[in-house]
């Protein structure tokens, strides 16, 4: 039971890690995405304005087709060759102050249930 309980806190805090590190990664694609449309539309005000002569309209599919190929290579790239990074970033994670409140708190109701079933015994 005791090892069950602790596999299986381990096993919540790697997951609760590795979605904080998916996030981290898809916001950081998101700013990125975000930028290059903010960079469409002042092309496409300046456009309207008579400052540039681009075909935009003929542009904007290419683009993203294009950044959605770059997004996939890096996202590949990085899990391919970067996963020690990750690992790092896990274990990172794993000490900071509110991780180690939870393992404390996680840690002390595991031997409170431990206690529990001894003294049913």
């Known amino acids: ?3 069950i309980v602790k596999s ?3 096993m919540i805090m790697t997951t ?3 979605c904080k590190i998916y996030i981290s990664r898809t916001t950081g694609y998101l700013g990125i995405l975000n930028t290059g449309m903010l960079l469409y539309l002042l092309l496409v ?3 309207d304005k008579g400052y540039i002569e681009v075909d935009l309209n003929g542009l904007f599919f290419p ?3 294009f950044c959605l190929i ?3 290579t890096i996202g590949w790239i990085e899990t391919r060759f970067f996963k ?3 690992k790092e970033a896990t274990f990172g994670f794993s000490l900071s102050p509110p991780m180690v409140e939870m393992s404390n ?3 002390y109701v595991y031997d409170k249930e431990v206690a529990r079933e001894e003294a049913l015994k």
Request: no cysteine; net charge positive; proline share 0%.
């Open 1 to 3: 039971m005791k090892q």
């Open 8 to 10: 299986l806190a381990e």
């Open 16 to 18: 609760i890690a590795k």
């Open 45 to 47: 005000n300046l456009k």
């Open 63 to 65: 683009l993203v087709v």
């Open 70 to 72: 770059a997004f996939l």
């Open 84 to 86: 020690g990074l990750q």
């Open 105 to 107: 708190k996680i840690s």
